[in-house]
């Protein structure tokens, strides 16, 4: 068996059930055809990248399927090309590690890439004995009223002057 | 006020050190380009949207092959730019 992945893009433009039924045509040339679907992927609108045919979203579906032959992809090819509401279209032999990846993802092993936000190393690593400045030193003294230090504080400082 | 004894290096020594480069494929164990995930193959072009050299992203030859026909791939889908301007 061997296992392949067409993916097409399909024009926005046209209604729900439109883009529904064009979808599901393919699917049946494909079973016509002897396939058998492992997935079908609608992965939805998205924003292209680059205008095709002056249209800035596509719809894009991901049809998995094995087959043991792959001589009726060029029938399947043409089709999608001679297709109007098809903006692009891609068919790609899977290979088994691609097998397993697609398995992994939709069995949600595999995630979003999560951005890499390293924690900062400047804050200690105990915060209760942690005091920011020096300056916030006498204030923590004179909440304390056991501490007779604010009165030698203030003493000393006409002093200084 | 450092003693003598703990100052060793006038200056930083890890400053002209190289940061040795690997081949994320093989080092974490991945198998599959996947041509579907742009924010993945984002790493691996620069900001015009260009294939980055295997001397930048040290990638093995093998893994290297399968990134740029993956980018390639995700740009015939317009899930990737061929052209643009502060990608990143």
């Known amino acids: 068996m061997r296992h392949f992945e067409v993916i097409f893009i399909v024009d926005p433009v046209l209604s729900g059930d439109e883009i529904k039924s064009t979808a599901k045509t393919y699917q049946e040339i494909l079973t016509n055809e002897g396939a058998s679907i492992v997935n079908v992927d609608e992965m939805g609108l998205k924003p292209l990248a680059y205008s095709i045919n002056k249209r800035s979203t596509g719809v894009y579906y991901c049809v998995e399927f094995a087959a043991e032959t792959g ?21 790609v032999r899977l290979d088994k590690f691609a097998v397993k990846y697609n398995e992994d993802k ?27 400045f020096s ?19 203030v003493s000393e400082s006409p002093v200084n002057d | 006020m450092a003693t003598q004894d703990e100052i ?17 494929f093989t080092k974490f164990g991945l198998k599959h380009v996947d041509y579907k995930d742009p924010d993945f193959l984002i790493q691996f072009i620069n900001q015009q949207g260009k294939l980055l050299p295997r001397r930048l992203t040290g990638n093995s030859l093998k893994f290297q092959r399968r990134v740029a026909s993956a980018v390639k791939r995700a740009r015939h889908l317009a899930i990737l730019p061929f052209v643009s301007d502060l990608m990143k």
């Open chain 1, 106 to 132: 939709r069995s949600g092993k595999i995630g979003k890439r999560i951005p890499k936000d390293p924690p900062s190393k400047k804050l200690p690593l105990d915060y209760n004995s942690y005091q920011p």
């Open chain 2, 8 to 24: 060793k290096f006038l200056s930083n020594p890890n400053i002209g050190q190289k940061q040795q480069k690997y081949c994320r």
């Open chain 1, 71 to 91: 001589a009726f992809i060029a029938k399947l090819e043409l089709a999608l090309k001679r297709d109007e509401r098809i903006m692009r279209f891609l068919t």
């Open chain 1, 135 to 153: 300056n916030s030193a006498p204030k923590a003294a004179a909440a304390e009223p056991a501490v007779s230090a604010p009165k030698d504080v």
